[in-house]
């Protein structure tokens, strides 16, 4: 149980390192429903349907980037 209460707190902050814009993206594909409308999303952050597969992509990625520099500051002496 602990460990997914780090776990849990460990994506928070990773997600808080990320854009504005990134946060509120995946917010809404990952958390705030169980299946998302990317309608409802698209008009909710003023984007195009069809830009938020790729720019969830990069959103991710930004959040791996973040996760891995939080690892790596970890493992420093």
Known sequence: MLERVELAQEMRDALG??????QELL???????DS??????????R????SIGPT?????ARLLDALEERHRMEQRP
């Open 17 to 22: 390192a990320l854009s504005a814009r990134c």
């Open 27 to 33: 917010k809404a594909l990952y958390y705030e429903m």
């Open 36 to 45: 998302p409308d990317y309608r409802r999303i698209a008009a909710k952050l």
């Open 47 to 50: 984007m195009p349907v069809g």
């Open 56 to 60: 969830r992509g990069r959103c991710l």
